[in-house]
């Protein structure tokens, strides 16, 4: 297999399907392009390990940007793909270039959700990307000390967590009632909210934000303060915004041949139209296992999903389409906060059974099965990695409730 | 084929044992054993499989 294949999005998705490719037989050029300049990195680390100042930048490139890597791509670091022609078979690059190809794979990932009406404030961040990481960490060894997230995700928790072991003041501002009930539901949710409180951190649940205090008087405008509705005033040096992702799709608005609904939507085998397959945070495909499209934004699903991408697309430029297999995995994600390890095997949510089978939620040391129409559908772990593993086979194979509770109670 | 585990690295998260449970097991005191340090030549693919899927990248194969 030969031509030109190009990889738009330099990351964990997009990195894991030029490896596969290459191991399929791919011997034609690989071009990697990517708007970010920085040598592509992996994510998790960058509220967690770097945010914390104990890993450097270096500790976390990615296996495929390594100098020893060989697999002879072609890096287009810096610059970002602004058009995309389906039939014409070309990626436009902003500042004009082109590049033809025979192969693209789609892995532009997601990007943040800014805050409305916070531009030409100073000390407001997001945090998605190496930069963003740097700076946050590089605010607190400057000395911001009162740090406000906005929103209760997994990333402004994690973030919030660490700089409160950093020693920072830090208050979580969460719109929803309940905190974590979209991804773990009533029960478990707010053990989230308890563990940050413990910690010493302020956890404020349905409040809505009116707007950011700043100080023009002083250089960059920075921010004084979170207002909120009612009136109060929220101390803050240092915002961190963790409102969600958005699919990175702005670069193939209006592309013909490409179906964008909350993300790039494949076929089964995560084919975007005849050539161009899609992976990681940006791709939407129909699961058999749920019957329902799927977009998830971990990263487990990012390297299993790109290296699936690019069996396909070797597949397809190989003239042996059938070749071409269905994805559907089990979801797979964790999140570290303090000591914590939570770790989830499938699905969790507000309509969820949930039963707790081994420890107790009060050690924060428990195993808790999510079940609906009456099979499991999750396997949740707090700080219990050997369980949560033995337990994953009950959602791979589909188990009903009642079993999936007796056999997690036997391993107790 | 010899597995070799970065241990400063390694948070004992059990993915590898997921994936190989022949090689990799973490116990109930939380930490990772190698049960197989030498392990026979077809389990590679997984071990390599293993080895991408650490969320450290605490995995190494040394031929
Ligand atoms: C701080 C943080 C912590 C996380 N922690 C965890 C965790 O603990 N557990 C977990 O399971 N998941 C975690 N995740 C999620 C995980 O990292 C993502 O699911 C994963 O990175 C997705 O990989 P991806 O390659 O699909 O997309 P991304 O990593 O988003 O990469 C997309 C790439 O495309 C590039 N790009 C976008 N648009 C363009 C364009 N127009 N032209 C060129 N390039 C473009 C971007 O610059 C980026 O490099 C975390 C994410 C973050 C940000
Ligand atoms: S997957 Fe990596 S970090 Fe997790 S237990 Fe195995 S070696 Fe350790």
């Known amino acids: 297999m030969d031509g030109r294949i190009v990889v738009a999005g330099a990351s964990l998705a997009g990195l894991n399907a030029a490896e596969t490719l290459r191991r399929e037989g791919f011997t034609g050029e690989l071009v990697v392009v990517d708007a970010d300049p920085a040598t592509p990195y992996d994510k998790p680390p960058l509220s967690k390990q770097v945010l914390a100042g104990t890993w450097e930048p270096e500790k976390i490139v990615l296996p495929a940007a390594r100098p020893d890597a060989g697999l002879d791509l072609t890096w287009r670091l810096g610059q970002r793909a602004v058009g995309l022609d389906v039939a014409g078979r070309r990626l436009r690059l902003e500042g004009g270039d082109e590049l033809a190809f025979d192969g693209l794979v789609i892995a532009s990932g997601a990007a943040p959700r800014h805050l409305p009406g916070t531009d030409g404030i100073g000390g407001v961040h997001v945090l998605r990307t190496l930069a963003d990481s740097l700076a946050i960490r590089g605010a607190v060894d400057a000395g911001a000390s009162d740090v406000v997230v906005i929103g209760a995700g997994f990333i402004g928790a994690e973030a919030a967590a660490t700089c409160r072991e950093r020693g920072c003041t830090v208050t979580i501002l969460e719109a929803a009632p309940v905190p974590f009930e979209r991804s773990l539901g009533p029960r478990i949710g707010p053990l989230v909210a308890d563990l940050h409180r413990d910690h010493g951190v302020d956890v404020r649940l349905g409040v809505r934000i009116d707007g950011l205090d700043s100080d023009p008087g002083r250089d960059g405008n920075p921010v004084t303060g979170v207002r909120l509705e009612g009136g109060e005033v929220v101390a803050a040096d240092l915002v961190i915004v963790g409102i969600g992702v958005a699919p990175g799709v702005g670069w193939l608005e209006g592309a013909a041949g490409i179906t964008l609904d909350n993300g790039v939507v494949t076929d089964a085998t995560l084919l975007a139209a005849p050539g161009i397959v899609a992976a990681g945070d940006v791709a939407r495909w129909p699961s058999a296992r749920y019957g329902e499209l799927l977009r998830i934004e971990h990263w487990e699903n990012a390297i299993q999903m790109g290296e699936h991408a690019g069996r396909t697309l070797a597949a397809h430029l190989a003239g042996d389409a059938d070749a071409a297999l269905p994805y559907d995995p089990v979801p797979w994600f964790w999140s570290d906060m303090y000591d914590r390890k939570i770790q989830l095997a499938g699905r969790s949510g507000p309509d969820h059974d949930v039963e707790v089978v081994i420890g107790a939620t009060e050690e924060r040391r428990f195993v808790a099965l999510y079940g609906r129409a009456g099979r499991v559908e999750g396997v949740l772990g707090w700080n219990r990695p050997r369980h949560v593993m033995q337990l994953r086979s009950l959602v791979d194979t589909p188990t009903p409730w009642s079993d999936g509770i007796e056999q997690a109670r036997a391993l107790a | ?63």
């Open chain 2, 1 to 63: 084929m010899r597995v070799v585990v970065d241990f400063d690295l390694c948070e004992s998260n059990a993915v590898c044992m997921g994936i190989v449970p022949e090689v990799f097991e973490v116990r109930d005191d939380d930490f990772l054993y190698i049960l197989q340090e030498n392990p026979p030549e077809e389990l590679r693919s997984k071990i390599e499989e293993a080895v991408r899927r650490c969320p450290k990248q605490a995995i190494a194969i040394e031929d």
